[in-house]
């Protein structure tokens, strides 16, 4: 899956599914930055926003809180360097 589709997953998710979309999203984001060598200190500050924001989902559930962390992971991935 891509990052879209998981955001689009996690964007219409029941309450019961959001922890299997919010788990899916983990493990793609694992799968992307295992990809990728060390990036750029931009990139690492745009990791350290999607983990934090991907904790502030997981506890509060809010549409808001989803959004941030969609918008981050976009930002996340306009960071990474091209696969080597």
């Known amino acids: 899956?891509?990052?879209?589709?998981h955001l689009?997953?996690?964007y219409?998710?029941?309450?019961?599914?959001?922890?299997r979309a919010?788990?899916?999203?983990i493990k793609w984001l694992e799968?992307?930055?295992?990809?990728y060598e060390e990036g750029t200190d931009?990139?690492?500050?745009?990791?350290?926003?999607?983990?934090r924001l991907l904790?502030?989902?997981t506890k509060t559930k809010s549409s808001a809180a989803r959004q941030a962390l969609a918008?981050?992971?976009?930002?996340?991935?306009d960071t990474l360097p091209p696969k080597k």
């Open 22 to 25: 919010v788990h899916a999203l």
């Open 71 to 77: 918008g981050a992971i976009e930002h996340l991935w």
């Open 1 to 5: 899956m891509s990052v879209r589709e």
């Open 42 to 51: 931009e990139g690492s500050e745009a990791a350290e926003d999607c983990v």
């Open 55 to 57: 904790h502030t989902y």
């Open 31 to 35: 799968e992307a930055r295992e990809s």
């Open 8 to 10: 689009k997953a996690l």
């Open 12 to 19: 219409h998710t029941t309450e019961a599914d959001s922890g």
